[in-house]
């Protein structure tokens, strides 16, 4: 933050929707920074228009402000130069954010705090509450969750592919019933189907890759048996910063029902677009 702000390190501009991972940050970051959250700050902004106090920074220059993507899909904001990187949310998840912030922090002269022994003991106090709060939102709420949460999954999908055949010639196709999905193009397949399991942190959504047409339901035999070229799972979670959410162990990142639509619909593309190139140079 500018110098003439020294009273706070960090200040976080987010939309509403976002809120819960603005305060993870806050949460994770309140002890060895001052930072500034406007929920937490409402007394501090009364009377003032909150969008133009945000505005006065870029007096300051862009050094003072690092933009952080939650969604890769979504548009940038015109007013951002090309030339400005954004912090993707999806690829680098919330411990590489938070480095990323104290970093920033650093370079521009906040003074990152040690912590304390009283420091560590509020910690710890408060990633106890929020994995009680986790355990308790999935015994209690989980199992209808996970259902609503796949659902979320399969009708962003259809969606997606939806608005993106509107920019293909060849479209692509889309079957499956209410625990499993298909998309196919002319060469390549994916499916995904929901394994809901006890405790509900084991459901999972399974992905899988194959080469060729699966069939849908309402299809016959295979003219070509499909190959199978990768799986994947994505764990059922409840995460403060994230809500309900799916777990990547592999990455060790999370994603929410429309980033994880927003991935399969992508890894669809990637893998036609690298068989059919395969294909080409043979």
Not at 8 to 35: K, M, T
Not at 67 to 77: G, I, K, M, Q
Not at 179 to 203: E, G
Not at 247 to 254: E, N, T
Request: glycine letters at 4%; hydrophobic letters at 35%; proline letters at 5%.
């Amino acid at each position: 933050m500018p110098e003439s702000d020294q009273q706070y390190d960090v200040a976080i501009s987010f939309l509403h929707r976002d809120e819960p991972i603005a305060e993870e940050i806050h949460n994770r970051l309140a002890d060895q920074l001052n930072i500034f959250v406007y929920s937490k700050k409402q007394e501090e902004l009364a009377g003032t228009d909150g969008l133009e106090s945000f505005r006065s920074f870029l007096a300051e220059g862009w050094d003072f402000l690092l933009f952080v993507s939650l969604a890769d899909a979504d548009p940038p904001p015109k007013w951002l130069p090309k030339t400005e990187i954004r912090f993707s949310f999806q690829q680098y998840p919330l411990e590489q954010l938070l480095g990323a912030i104290k970093r920033r922090a650093q370079k521009l002269g906040g003074k990152v705090r040690e912590e304390t022994p009283v420091d560590l003991a509020k910690r710890v106090e408060r990633e106890r509450q929020s994995r009680y709060e986790r355990e308790r939102r999935l015994v209690n709420e989980g199992f209808a969750a996970v259902h609503a949460e796949y659902q979320s999954v399969a009708d962003a999908v259809r969606q997606q592919v939806q608005e993106m055949n509107q920019h293909l010639s060849a479209p692509i196709e889309v079957g499956g019933d209410q625990r499993s999905l298909t998309l196919r193009s002319s060469r390549v397949s994916i499916n995904a189907f929901l394994d809901p399991a006890q405790p509900v942190s084991d459901s999972r959504i399974v992905v899988q890759e194959w080469r060729g047409r699966l069939r849908f339901p309402s299809e016959g035999m295979y003219p070509v048996e499909p190959q199978r070229l990768a799986k994947k799972d994505y764990h059922f979670d409840c995460q403060a910063a994230y809500g309900w959410c799916w777990r990547d162990a592999a990455l060790k990142s999370y994603l929410n029902s429309a980033q994880l639509a927003e991935c399969i619909v992508k890894n669809l593309l990637r893998l036609h677009e690298r068989l059919e190139k395969e294909r080409k140079d043979r």
